[in-house]
């Protein structure tokens, strides 16, 4: 019998990156989410393809061998499937993982097996899988004495993913185009010392994930959401064509030089390593066979600028260090410009936030830094000129 994965999100990372993988490592995979489309389109399929684009030309992988469960109406099967898993993955965004812990926290209360279940949060956030675990065992959820043998039953590894999933074809229904170059990497320490991690294909396993996060975090995502922010601004349409922008190219390479000292000097990094992990992220955004559009890539602008991410949580490190983050300082102005963009919530509720406070309210609110901070003046000057 195959081994078995639940991952809880069925969308184009779900499907084309975490399952592709699962699937190639010979994992019977069981999709759990709360669209109806979603679901009812992998129940009537038997099949759907990921086709990774890379310079090189094409690759298709045929996906099979899957099931797929509505949680809206049948929690009690995803908990019955979760209590026989090897592995669970989610990527459903981080401010969905408190709605998917109380399912998770049933199904490892109701496990049997002797090998733990290993719970693996697949988000574009630092820490995920703790965030996940701490819904997990919230009083809500389980009792105290289950959260405290809780390791007998699963075990909790955070992971760092990368891997850019342009706009898809209104029409390509479950298959999905993606980036052929990826990354995920997780901590191997939760299963230690009594049990190996489980294999999964393109996995990488190490000690420390925290340099793989943010040396992503603060390279991949400034850098794409830094074109994103200044070709939309631009009026240009897609990401490639706005690292073709001798000016947008310049903003991102210039972030990038300011991340990429506080990368060196924080995590001991080369700096001649750093500097090749740069271009070759500023190549893969500007890759033309991707066509992805910079408001895809710009949505969400409250998560983007809020403390811990692509902006503010680098800016913030190096002016506590004394350390100039002027380009930093442009990829937020232009983030804070994105505002009431067509289809995009976050960009509405930015704009209502912009109006409804004052400079230093907006940057208290928005990018959760404090009168005390170096960085704080800097920001409320930027919020100053945006609202001007």
């Known amino acids: 019998m195959a081994p078995k994965a639940v991952h809880f999100g069925g969308g184009n990372i779900g499907r084309g990156f975490v399952a592709e993988k699962l699937h190639l490592t010979g994992y019977e995979v069981v999709f759990v989410d709360v669209m109806d489309s979603i679901i009812e389109q992998l129940q009537k399929v038997t099949s759907y393809t990921v086709t990774e684009i890379g310079t090189e030309g094409e690759k298709v992988n045929t996906i099979t061998n899957y099931r797929a469960i509505n949680s809206k109406y049948n929690e009690a099967d995803v908990v019955k499937e979760i209590s026989t898993a090897d592995i669970v993955t989610c990527a459903v965004g981080p401010n969905i993982l408190k709605f998917i812990a109380p399912v998770i926290a049933k199904a490892i209360d109701a496990r049997t097996e002797s090998k733990p279940l290993a719970v693996i949060a697949c988000e574009n956030a630092i820490g995920a899988t703790t965030t996940l675990y701490n819904f997990i065992t919230d009083a809500k959820n389980m009792t105290a004495e289950n959260s405290s043998t809780i390791k007998k039953r699963a075990r909790f590894a955070n992971s760092a993913i990368d891997r850019i999933v342009p706009g898809q074809d209104p029409n390509a229904g479950l298959n ?30 190490v000690r420390d994930l925290t340099p793989f996060i943010e040396r992503k975090l603060f390279t991949v995502n400034t850098s794409h959401a830094t074109a994103a922010y200044f070709g939309h601004n631009a009026k240009i349409p897609t990401i490639h064509e706005a690292m073709e922008d001798k000016k947008v190219n310049k903003q991102v390479r210039d972030a990038l030089k300011e991340t990429s000292e506080l990368i060196v000097k924080k995590h001991g990094i080369a700096a001649e390593e750093q500097k090749a992990y740069v271009e070759k992220i500023i190549a893969r955004i ?103």
């Not at 969400?300 to 902006?311: C, I, N, T």
């Open 286 to 388: 500007s890759n033309p066979y991707l066509k992805d559009v910079v408001e895809r890539v710009g949505r969400a602008p409250l998560r983007k600028l809020s403390r811990k991410e692509r902006f503010v949580g680098p800016a913030y490190e190096l002016a506590e260090m004394g350390a100039g983050v002027d380009a930093l300082l442009g990829s937020i102005e232009m983030a804070f410009r994105f505002q009431n963009v067509e289809g995009d919530d976050e960009s509405k509720e930015l704009g209502e936030i912009m109006n409804a406070h004052d400079a230093k309210g907006v940057v208290e609110k928005v990018c959760g830094l404090k009168p005390g901070d170096k960085l704080f003046p800097q920001v409320v000057e930027v919020v100053e000129k945006v609202k001007a």
């Open 176 to 205: 999905v185009t993606i980036e052929a170059f990826f990354e995920w990497v997780v901590e191997e320490t939760p299963w230690e010392p009594d049990f190996k991690h489980p294999d999964i294909v393109g996995v990488k396993w």
